[in-house]
């Protein structure tokens, strides 16, 4: 990816901007993304470790034809995956990466939106016992989908939001209205519930985080001992409900994904990625 970034500092003539108010400016400017996207997909297909293990056929011409027809419209990108994939490990770097450019995205996680099961584990007396009770804590069900339908639908349209807060410290608490997300030119959604009903059609793009099992355990084990206080024994049983629940409810609708990439790839090349991203989709010049 350095090598794009060197040949776009190489060719630093920048391109006369269009107007993007008329739908000839939009249509110049699908064409140039679309042909911008290929180079990186090339690039990427012959990289050490690349980012992209598939792209959906129809992913092209679906968003070359949305920022034609509906540019006002902000743009929701969902984020899905199994449990330890990197989804937050992704979002984390898009954020740092995106920072230093100041660009318009907002991040929020979808776990957000988890119901409130504070009496439920009270009542079991830990959250490790309710999920030994068979509580299927990673159903549609459990979450505010409408809610977060609701909340996305807003953002979309340019109006802010607060959105509840899932306290994750084992006690299920959720408190309502409690982070506020301002409605960016573009909504970054990470977790389980971006693929769950009528949310998931609400993305323009749905991105699923592929990895290996191995990697996976790796990492769960970790994150659940080093930040969520859990022994091994009970991370290690905690791990084996999620990837029951990843067979029912997120691997089925992997497929249904615009892009599936590779969890496990270079955070270094990844942030090379959205730089790239950044170069070309300011490469314009005013009409003077």
Sequence with gaps: MNFLLDKEEIEKEKILKPDFTTKSGREFLAIYLHSKFKQILNYDKHSEN??????????????????????????????SGESASGKTTICNTIKLATEKFNMPIEILSADNYF?????????YGSFDK?????????????FQMDLLYQDLEMLSKGIDVKIPEY???GTGIVVPNAIEKKAKKI?????????YGKVADIFDLKIYVDIAPEIQE???????????????ENARKQLEYVRKASKKYILPKKDNSDIIINGASSLDYFTQIIN???KITNNFSSPE
Excluded: C
Aim: no cysteine; aromatic share 12%; hydrophobic share 40%.
């Design 276 to 278: 790239y991203i950044y």
């Design 187 to 195: 909504i970054v959604v990470e977790g389980m519930a971006t693929m």
């Design 115 to 123: 119901k409130d099961i504070s009496d439920l584990i009270k009542e």
């Design 218 to 232: 790796k990492w769960f084990l970790y994150r659940a001992q080093t930040s969520r206080n859990q022994n091994e």
């Design 130 to 142: 309710l999920l030994e009770s068979g509580y299927d804590v990673d159903s549609p069900d459990n």
């Design 50 to 79: 690349p980012v992209f293990k598939s792209i959906s056929p129809d992913f092209i011409p679906k968003f070359t034809k949305r920022i034609i027809n509906n540019p006002e419209k902000h743009f929701l990108i969902g984020i």
């Design 167 to 169: 306290l994750v410290n």
